[in-house]
C-alpha cells in the first residue's frame, strides 16, 4: 500500500469582508486556497480575494533567534486593543483570537494566539491559557484579564492594559529618541580615536623613527597609548563579552539586583530620570490593576515587580504589608525616600477621597511630562559637551601628530 503524501502547507494572503462590512486584511497558511476559503467562512468573514505567497528563494522568511521572534510590548498592546474592539463588537473570544492569530504580523505572537486560542477552546480559562506564555504576556495583563473575566468586563479590562502599555511604549521611546544623539557622537568618538591609534599613530611613529628625531612629549603619549592599544584590544573586547553575558544572565538575581538597581537612583544627573521613570511605572500599573478589580494586595505584589527596581519592589512590599494589617496605602510609602512627598501627599488624597486610581493617573501622566521635560534637558545639556569633548579629543591627536612634522626637515637636512 503506497504511503498517503501530506499535503504542503502554503501561506495566502487574504482579504475579507467582517460581520460590519469592514475590509480586513491578513495571512494564513493552508494546503490550498479552498482550505483557506473553508477557514474564512469558519469565522464568520466573507472572503473577497485570496492569493498564495511566494515564499522561496530570496522571499523565503529569515529566522534569527532572538530577533525574528521577539515579542515587543508594543506588538501586546496592538493585541489587546484589537482584541478588546473585538469582543466589544459582539464576537466571541475565541472568533477573536482565530482572527488574531492569522493577521497578527509578528509571527511569534501570532503562534502564540493560536496555542492560546487552542487552550481556551479546551476549556481553560483565556487568563489562565496566557499565564502559560510569561515571555509574552505581563503578569500585569494576566492579573486585569482575570479580574475582567470574575466581573464580565473583560473587554474594557483588555482597553484599560492596551492602554497602560502603550503608556510605557511611548515612555520609552521618548527617552530612547533622547538618548540616541548623545549615544552615537560617543559611539563615533570611540571609533575615531580607536582608528587613529591603531592605523594613524603607527605610521607617523615608523617615520619619524627611521629619520632618527625625538619626539615630542605630546606624541609620545600618544605613541604609548597606540602600543598599549594595539596589545590589549583583544583582551579588552573579550572582558566586554564577558562583562556583558555576566549581566545578561544575573540581572534578574536577586542579590544582583539588591547590589546594582539602587545605585541606578544615585547615579548624578540619570538617577532623578530613573527615579521618575519608576514612579511613573508603578502608580500608572497600580491605577490600571485597581481599576479592573484586582484585589490591592494582589496589585502590589504585581506593580512592584513590574517596576522594574529592587528599591519600589522593596517599597510595595512594605506597603502590602501595612494594608494588610488595616493602614492606609500612603502613609508606609513616606518611610521611603524614593516616593516624592507630593506622591504620597497625593495619593493619601486620593484614598481619602475614594478617587485613588484617578490620582494615581494624574501622578503618573505628571511624572510622563517630568521624564520628557527631563530628557529634553539632558538632550540640551549633553549635546555641547559631547561636541566640546570630541573636537578636544581629535584636537589633542592631531596636534600631537603634526608637531614633529615642524622638525621633519631639520632631520632631513
Given amino acids: 500500500m503506497a504511503p498517503v503524501a501530506t499535503a504542503q ?13 469592514k475590509i480586513q486584511k491578513g495571512s494564513i497558511e493552508a494546503p490550498s486556497e479552498a482550505a483557506v476559503a473553508g477557514r474564512l467562512k469558519e ?23 532572538g530577533i525574528t521572534d521577539r515579542i515587543k510590548l508594543k506588538d501586546v498592546a496592538i493585541l489587546s486593543r484589537q482584541l478588546a474592539t473585538m469582543i466589544s463588537a459582539g464576537l466571541s473570544l475565541l472568533r477573536a483570537l482565530s482572527i488574531l492569530a492569522e ?13 492560546v486560542r487552542s487552550d481556551v477552546e479546551s476549556g481553560s480559562s483565556f487568563s489562565a491559557a496566557l499565564g502559560k506564555h510569561p515571555r509574552a504576556f505581563p503578569p500585569l495583563m494576566v492579573n486585569m484579564v482575570r479580574a475582567g473575566e470574575v466581573g464580565g468586563f473583560l473587554d474594557r479590562v483588555l482597553l484599560s492594559v ?30 575615531a580615536v ?10 607617523f611613529a615608523t617615520m619619524f623613527s627611521d629619520l632618527g628625531g625625538e619626539l615630542p612629549f605630546l606624541t609620545q603619549i600618544l605613541v604609548v597609548m597606540s602600543d598599549g592599544l594595539r596589545v590589549g584590544i583583544i583582551p579588552f573586547i573579550v572582558l566586554i563579552a564577558i562583562g556583558v553575558w555576566l549581566y545578561r544572565k544575573n540581572r534578574y538575581k536577586e542579590g544582583f539586583r539588591e547590589k546594582v538597581e539602587p545605585f541606578y537612583l544615585k547615579v548624578p544627573v540619570f538617577g532623578g530620570l530613573t527615579q521618575k521613570i519608576a ?12 481599576r479592573s ?9 504585581i506593580v512592584g515587580e513590574a517596576s522594574g527596581n529592587i528599591v519600589i519592589e522593596r517599597a510595595a512590599k512594605a506597603v502590602r504589608e501595612s494594608v494588610r494589617t488595616g ?4 502613609k508606609p510609602l513616606a518611610e521611603h525616600p524614593v516616593f516624592p512627598p507630593m506622591v504620597v501627599q497625593m495619593m493619601a488624597v486620593g484614598e481619602d477621597t475614594g478617587a485613588l486610581d484617578d490620582m494615581l493617573d494624574k501622578i503618573a501622566d505628571f511624572y510622563d511630562q517630568e521624564v520628557e521635560a527631563t530628557t529634553e534637558a539632558l538632550t540640551s545639556l549633553i549635546e555641547p559637551i559631547m561636541i566640546a569633548v570630541l573636537g578636544g579629543i581629535v584636537g589633542f591627536m592631531v596636534i600631537g601628530l603634526y608637531m614633529p612634522i615642524f622638525g621633519v626637515f631639520d632631520l632631513i637636512q
Avoid at 194 to 203: A, K, N, R, S, Y
Avoid at 293 to 301: E, K, M, R
Fill in 194 to 203: 580607536t582608528g587613529m591609534l591603531l592605523f594613524i599613530v603607527p605610521v
Fill in 9 to 21: 502547507v502554503k501561506k495566502f494572503n487574504y482579504e475579507v469582508r467582517d460581520s460590519q462590512g
Fill in 103 to 115: 493577521q497578527t504580523e509578528n509571527q511569534a505572537l501570532a503562534k502564540i494566539v493560536h496555542e
Fill in 327 to 330: 493602614n492606609s496605602l500612603a
Fill in 43 to 65: 469565522m464568520g468573514l466573507a472572503a473577497v480575494s485570496i492569493n498564495e505567497v511566494n515564499t522561496g528563494g530570496l522571499n523565503a522568511d529569515i529566522h534569527i533567534p
Fill in 293 to 301: 478589580g484586582v484585589p490591592i494586595l494582589q496589585a502590589l505584589d
Fill in 162 to 191: 492596551a492602554e497602560n502599555f502603550e503608556s510605557e511604549v511611548a515612555l520609552r521611546g521618548k527617552v530612547k529618541s533622547a538618548m540616541t544623539y548623545p549615544v552615537v557622537v560617543f559611539v563615533i568618538a570611540i571609533l
Fill in 279 to 290: 514612579v511613573a511605572r508603578f502608580t500608572r500599573n497600580l491605577a490600571a490593576m485597581l
